[in-house]
Every structure is written in C-alpha cells, then in structure tokens.
C-alpha cells in the first residue's frame, strides 16, 4: 500500500498495454503479454492479494504465453499493416470506449476511497469468514478456506469449466470433416528441423522433478501459505510443456497420452464432486465436510473440514494439470501430435 | 552487523540491475546485449535475494521459522543461477540459428569472422 | 474536488486499463490482437476488484495461528479476502477461455489463410 510504487507500477502497466496493442509483430505482442502480467503480479503482491499473485505469475505470465507463442508458431507472425482505412471501426472502437469510460468514471464518485478499512466491501461476510476461519476448518490461509469450504460450490463448478474448455479446444481443433483446402498445409515459417541442445535439455531434465516436488509443496501448502490446488496444478502442467519445449512434443504425448490426460481431469473433478456425494452419503449437505469425521480415523469436525479441503484441492490439481497439457499440446501441433514447438 | 551486511548485498544488487539495464540499451548488437542482460540478471538476482534472506535473519531471534524462510530463500536463488542462464543461452542459440549478424566495429574488414563458422 | 482527486485515481487509471483492452477488441484487424485485448480487458477488471478489497495497513489474509494464541483476531489487520477468491476463479477460467479462443483463431486461420478481420470477410464474401 505505498502509493509511490503503486503509482510506478500503474504507469508502467498502462504503458506496456499500449505497447502490446500497437507493437506490428505477434511474436513481440506475446511477450510485451507477459511483462504486462507480470507487472500485474507485482501490484497485487503490493496490495495483499499473494494468492491472486501467484495464480497470474504462473498462469496468466507463464501458461498464457506459451499459449500465444504456440498460436504464433503454427500461423503468422505479422500483423499487416494498413496506412489508411478502418477509419469506420477505429472510430467505433473509440467512440465505444470513450462513452463506457466516461460512465464509469462518473460511476467511480461513488466509490469508497481506496484502502478504506470501512468499505462496505469489507464489512459484511468477510469479517465473519477472517473471524471464524480457525474456529471452523483450522485452516490459516483464509483463501484456501473460503475457496474450497466455504464457497466450495463456485470451485467445483469453476474445475468443470476448465475440464469444458480443455474439452472444447479439443473438439474445435479435430473436426476432421471439415478441414477444407485439400492436402495439410505448409507450415508458414519453416523451423531449424531436430534442433537439439544439450544444455537446454540437460537442464530441463534436471529441474523437472523439482518442479513438480515445488508443485506438490504448493499444492501441500495450501493451508499454510498462499497455494493451493489451481497453483500446484498448473505448475504441475508447466513442468509437461517444458519437456515438451527442450526435448520433442511426441515424447511428452507418448507418454503422458491424451487418453491418461482425459482420464486424470475427470478423475479430478470425480475426486471433487465425489467428496461432496461422500458427505451426502453420510448424513449431511453436500459438500459438508464435517460428514467425514465419521469415517476418518481420529478427526474432529474441525479437522475434517482440513482434510476435505485438501482433499478437493488434490482434485482440483489433477484436472488442472492435464487439462493445460491437453490444451498446449493440441494447440501447438494443430490437433494432430506430430510437430512441436 | 548482519543488517549492514544485508544492505550492503542489496544495495550492490541494485547496482549491477542498473548497469544490466544501461548495458540493454546501449550495446550495439544482440549478442552483447543478451551477454549484459543474462549476466548481469543473474547476478543482481543473486545478490539480491542473498540480502533479502540475510535481512529475515537480521531483526527477530533466530528461531526456527526464520531459518526456513531463510533456507527457502537460498533455494530460490540455486533455481534461480540455474535456470537464468539457461535461458540467456536458448535465446542466443534461436538467435544464432535465425542468422543474426554479429556487429562488426565500422571500418574494419570482414576476414576475421570464419571463426564463427564452424 | 481535490479529495476526489486524491482518494479516487487508482479507480480512473483502472477504467483506462478495461478501455484500453475493450479498443483493442473493438477496433484492432488481427484476430491475436483482439484476444490479446480481451486478456487486458480481464486482467483490468481483476485488478479493480483486488482493490476494493485492499486496506490500508492490512496484512495478507493468512491469519496467525498457534503464536498468537487464540486471541481475538482484529479484521482491520487484514485484508479483504473475499474478493481475491473471486478473481482466483476468474484467473483460471480467463486461462480457459484464452485456449478456446486461440484455437478458434488457429482453425480460422486454417481455412483462410489469414488472420486479419478484412481479408477473412472478403474471402466470406466471395
């Protein structure tokens, strides 16, 4: 919250946006994306939000990037460039924007001062959540309670929004039948063909089974320091594409195959929905963790609710893990696994 | 004592971020910008980041959990020396493979890069 | 007016993050342009709702367990995590949501060549 920094890192966000929508090359597009994520990781760090921090630093700069460096890779890296017309769009696109922005900055008055403590954002169900957390789960990390015991409904159905998006991106890319234009087109920019470094492959080797130790500490964690499930698991998916990026797309496909990915998201969200029906099963609401005392050796309803937590977010991490993969891998060889980036 | 030394590490830090930067904008060629920018990242990070885990240490008694976090730290700062400079080295490598020319000082003649060709 | 000033620019240099990514959707030729837009435009409205749950003074909300003892916990010593729950979903679905639509762009491009707006309409058109 000190204001100095914030208003640094404010100017240097709205500068690298503008960059990024004006810069005349895709490639550099993606990457400006990603300084301007990461910018943004380090203004919520300042403002307390380390959890929300985390998940951007390692989706939105990490997984978002390769995602748009994938795009690039399989299509073009210009943006044409255009002396005059679109005169009509541009004076749309700004005109629509000059109005919504003068709406809200009329809404803006009405805001509560920033950083008031007595916001009424502040002061109606979240000082129950600050005040009971410990009391009801014995979960430090408010986040982690909130997300998966309190509001566990929105989780639940936020993991099956991932395993439809992983889903959809798989449909989009495979419908066979109407893949028009004759025999499969060459590839636009044409790359150095089995290149291979062993430092590059060296070092990734190595550092992937750390990686995914951190990504089970993450995931571990979760009650004690920001972390969680969704961190663990897209640092889990991280540690595929870069095996996929130093070595060869085919070795991370034959052996974490399409087929185990599908199989360990829905086993995620089984893991998910099946605790809840486990609950349901005995005795209680769905989703009421306290109904696993009974069967867990030893726990207090309290201490239940710990261990339903993490047993969600175990959930959670596999089908977060195999969907990014599913998603890198089809995007970046088209749908059909046979070339990488 | 640990304090002082803690700032002075970050302060050196800094330091070598700044010349790492001034090194970017005014080298004349890629290579020699990405030699300033990989190293000198690397190493401002690292000095960096020792600091920092000599200032956790520096306030409160020496307990347990500060030793952690500290340890912590240092883990950070292995991954970090590296990961860094492996990337600097994908970078000049597609660089390489692409075909970008090393600058040449103007005025000098051209016979003496069949070194690079190997 | 001044205290409007003061209190309130954070919100005014968000809108014009949210504006800058609702031009670059409206207004921009390229299809990766657009989408990259569409990711500024997210990551505006995530930054506008962490800061209405930020305080000053506060702490991240990880609250003090066994050290403290189980005194009672002072909620203006930390910040508001209600919305930093919200925007962790928001997060994860926005990555969803970029896959889907880079891989709408990469079948358009399959099928024209292009990933300009113009020439797809044109070759529509046709």
């Given at each position: 919250m000190i204001w100095q920094f914030d208003i640094i890192l404010l100017t240097l966000i709205v500068l690298c946006a503008l960059f990024t929508i004006s810069i005349k090359d895709l490639l550099g597009a993606a990457i400006m994306f990603g300084a301007y994520s990461f910018l943004m990781c380090l203004l919520w760090t300042e403002m307390g939000a380390v959890d929300v921090a985390f998940t951007e630093?390692?989706?939105?700069?990490?997984?978002?990037?390769?995602?748009?460096?994938?795009?690039?890779?399989?299509?073009?890296?210009?943006?044409?460039?255009?002396?005059?017309?679109?005169?009509?769009?541009?004076?749309?696109?700004?005109?629509?924007?000059?109005?919504?922005?003068?709406?809200?900055?009329?809404?803006?008055?009405?805001?509560?001062?920033?950083?008031?403590?007595?916001?009424?954002?502040?002061?109606?169900?979240?000082?129950?959540?600050?005040?009971?957390?410990?009391?009801?789960?014995?979960?430090?990390?408010?986040v982690t309670s909130v997300l998966a015991d309190y509001r566990g409904f929105d989780t639940m159905f936020e993991t099956s929004v991932i395993l439809t998006a992983g889903l959809a991106v798989l449909i989009v890319l495979r419908l066979d039948g109407s893949r028009t234009g004759g025999p499969v087109r060459k590839m636009a920019r044409?790359?150095?063909?089995?290149?291979?470094?062993?430092?590059?492959?060296?070092?990734?080797?190595?550092?992937?089974?750390?990686?995914?130790?951190?990504?089970?500490?993450?995931?571990?964690?979760?009650?004690?320091?920001?972390?969680?499930?969704?961190?663990?698991?897209?640092?889990?998916?991280?540690?595929?594409?870069?095996?996929?990026?130093?070595?060869?797309?085919?070795?991370?496909?034959?052996?974490?195959?399409?087929?185990?990915?599908?199989?360990?998201?829905?086993?995620?969200?089984?893991?998910?929905?099946?605790?809840?029906?486990?609950?349901?099963?005995?005795?209680?609401?769905?989703?009421?963790?306290?109904?696993?005392?009974?069967?867990?050796?030893?726990?207090?309803?309290?201490?239940?609710?710990?261990?339903?937590?993490?047993?969600?977010?175990?959930?959670?991490?596999?089908?977060?893990?195999?969907?990014?993969?599913?998603?890198y891998t089809n995007l970046v060889s088209d749908g059909t696994y046979e070339k990488g980036l | 004592m640990t304090a002082l030394i803690a700032r002075l590490l970050m302060v050196a830090g800094l330091f070598f971020f700044f010349a790492t930067t001034i090194g970017i904008l005014r080298f004349p060629d890629f290579y020699s910008r990405m030699h300033a920018a990989g190293k000198g990242d690397t190493l401002s990070s690292l000095l960096l980041l020792s600091g920092l885990a000599l200032v956790n240490l520096a306030g409160a008694p020496l307990t347990f959990d500060n030793i952690l976090v500290s340890l912590k730290i240092m883990a950070i700062l292995v991954f970090i020396f590296l990961a860094s400079p492996t990337a600097t080295h994908a970078i000049i490598d597609a660089g390489y493979a692409s075909g970008i020319e090393p600058w040449q000082k103007p005025g000098t003649s051209k016979e003496g890069d069949d070194d690079l060709a190997v | 007016m001044e205290a409007l000033l003061i209190a309130k620019y954070n919100y005014w240099i968000y809108i014009i993050i949210m504006m800058i990514g609702l031009y670059a959707m409206l207004a921009k030729n390229n299809l990766v342009k657009k989408v990259i837009g569409m990711g500024i435009f997210q990551t505006g409205i995530i930054i506008f709702y962490v800061s209405v749950g930020a305080k000053k003074d506060g702490n991240i909300p990880i609250v003090e367990h066994a050290t403290s003892g189980h005194q009672a916990i002072n909620i203006l010593d930390y910040t508001n995590p209600l919305p930093h729950v919200l925007m962790l979903t928001a997060i994860v679905v926005s990555v969803g949501t970029l896959g889907v639509a880079l891989a709408i762009a990469l079948r358009i491009y399959n099928r024209y060549q292009s990933l300009e707006e113009d020439e797809i309409l044109e070759q529509i058109n046709d």
């Open positions: 630093a390692s989706v939105g700069a990490g997984v978002s990037t390769i995602l748009f460096l994938a795009i690039v890779h399989r299509s073009t890296r210009r943006v044409k460039v255009r002396q005059r017309g679109r005169i009509f769009y541009k004076g749309l696109g700004l005109t629509a924007s000059l109005m919504m922005g003068g709406l809200l900055f009329y809404a803006s008055s009405d805001f509560p001062a920033w950083g008031d403590p007595l916001a009424p954002a502040s002061n109606h169900v979240s000082p129950y959540y600050l005040l009971h957390t410990l009391a009801d789960t014995a979960v430090p990390n408010v044409p790359i150095a063909k089995g290149y291979e470094d062993t430092i590059i492959r060296f070092i990734s080797r190595a550092m992937a089974p750390f990686l995914q130790l951190f990504a089970l500490y993450v995931l571990a964690h979760g009650h004690h320091s920001p972390g969680g499930g969704f961190q663990g698991g897209v640092i889990l998916g991280a540690t595929f594409i870069l095996l996929a990026i130093s070595y060869d797309l085919q070795l991370v496909v034959q052996t974490f195959t399409e087929k185990t990915a599908l199989i360990l998201a829905n086993i995620g969200l089984l893991i998910y929905s099946g605790t809840g029906a486990l609950c349901l099963l005995l005795g209680h609401n769905f989703l009421d963790y306290a109904a696993l005392a009974k069967i867990i050796p030893g726990a207090t309803t309290v201490t239940a609710r710990s261990d339903g937590i993490m047993m969600v977010e175990i959930g959670v991490a596999l089908a977060v893990m195999s969907i990014i993969v599913i998603i | - | -």
